[in-house]
């Protein structure tokens, strides 16, 4: 019998996977690949949580590596200021006092800090995307963040970690 925080991380996947569906239904071309992959993947009988992962086929939308995503920090030489949320790349730009150099949230931009975000931990330990230790209550507020950068700011595409994994 899986151990309840299992079951509450499996039901916040799905979570996830239903907010994602809400995006894929404005972009058909990507719902029609990940469908087709989803029943390769997720069909596969006893799966573990910890290897239930969304898969991101290139060429459709922007996917950056971790090494990639901190490119854009919005420093000198800089490509941009995004960061990442659950897995969810964004353009941070417009908030540019906040979030470049100097900025009081600067921290976030280049990576996908969605611990720190709960936690509240801001150094390097805590900002990271492993979120398969939160309570439901944490992961509700991840969700939170998410909801908030997908209303305020601009979405450019996934985020290669722990939730995301590149089909090649």
Request: aromatic share 14%; glycine share 12%.
């Amino acid at each position: 019998m899986p151990s309840r925080r299992v079951v509450y991380f499996s039901l916040f996947i799905g979570a996830l996977a239903v907010l994602d569906g809400i995006y894929l239904a404005k972009n058909p071309e990507v719902y029609e690949e990940l469908k087709s992959m989803s029943l390769k993947y997720f069909n596969k009988a006893k799966r573990s949580v910890s290897n239930v992962i969304k898969v991101v086929k290139p060429g459709k939308s922007v996917i950056l590596s971790a090494e990639e995503l901190k490119e854009y920090t919005g420093g000198e030489g800089s490509k941009g200021l995004y960061l990442a949320v659950l897995g969810n790349v964004f353009d941070v730009s417009a908030g540019a006092r906040h979030y470049g150099p100097g900025g009081g949230y600067d921290f976030f931009a280049g990576k996908d800090g969605t611990r720190g975000y709960v936690t509240g931990d801001f150094t390097e330990k805590g900002l990271i995307d492993d979120i398969s230790d939160f309570t439901p209550d944490q992961a509700l507020q991840a969700k939170s963040w998410l909801d908030f950068y997908h209303k305020d700011y601009t979405y450019v595409g996934k985020y290669t970690g722990i939730l995301y994994l590149i089909q090649s």
